[in-house]
């Protein structure tokens, strides 16, 4: 009974390449949700997605950032011409329906650009 | 900013103290949780209150919550060496469905 998996767990790319970020809900599960923890601090909410749908992205940067959640596959976090404030732990959680009250984390990705 | 704060920041004991936590946030709140988050590991959810239960327990936690002050505690007994952890409280907003997280407290429990 997998839970929610992420890969890469971790990720190096220079500034200005592409960072795609994959997560796998657990078996079942139709909502996911992404957020991202700079260094010492708490997870900060990006994007709410259910299959094929975004249902909020008000904390998704306007530029660079995209998320996607196709009705096949994985959900992908694409960050587009990175930069050095990019680096973070970048976490998936996903959950059965809307209104769940309990979000399961995968173990999360950490980007470093250099 | 919505996000709540916890505070202390850092806390530092002996095993076999008890250890408390504190949490406040800003909005009408559906429920708040907790969770225990390793060093450079994913999150571990710990336990959810609603907002209309006043305390709870699960195991060594006990968890209490004050909407009238929003606010909450998490108070762990008789700690462990393995507690050490950073601990977030989230919110989740009246009609929403993300997380809001605390800035967390990063917990060392000493042998």
């Known amino acids: 009974n997998a839970g929610v998996m992420q890969n890469p767990r971790h990720l190096v790319r220079r500034r200005g390449q592409e960072a795609r970020l994959r997560c796998s809900p657990v078996k079942g599960h139709s909502h996911v949700y992404w957020y991202r923890q700079l260094p010492e601090e708490g997870l900060k909410f990006m994007v709410y997605?259910?299959?094929?749908?975004?249902?909020?992205e008000s904390g998704m940067p306007k530029e660079r950032f995209s998320a996607e959640f196709p009705k096949e596959g994985p959900s992908i976090l694409r960050i587009q011409q990175v930069v050095r404030g990019d680096s973070a732990a970048y976490f998936c959680a996903s959950s059965p329906g809307q209104r769940m009250e309990t979000q399961y984390f995968g173990p999360g990705t950490r980007l470093l650009v250099l | 900013s919505q996000q709540g704060e916890e505070d202390p920041q850092a806390l530092s004991i002996q095993e076999g103290e008890n250890a408390t936590m504190n949490c406040s946030y800003k909005t009408s709140i559906n429920n708040l949780q907790w969770y225990r988050q390793n060093s450079g590991r994913g999150l571990v959810h710990l336990i959810l209150i609603r907002s209309n239960e006043r305390e709870k327990h699960s195991g060594r936690l006990r968890v209490t919550l004050d909407t009238s002050k929003k606010s909450s505690s998490l108070l762990i007994t008789a700690s462990r060496a393995a507690d050490t952890a950073s601990y977030f409280c989230a919110t989740d907003a009246l009609s929403t469905d993300k997380l809001i997280f605390g800035t967390g407290t990063r917990l060392q429990v000493f042998p």
């Open positions: 997605l259910q299959k094929e749908n975004i249902i909020d």
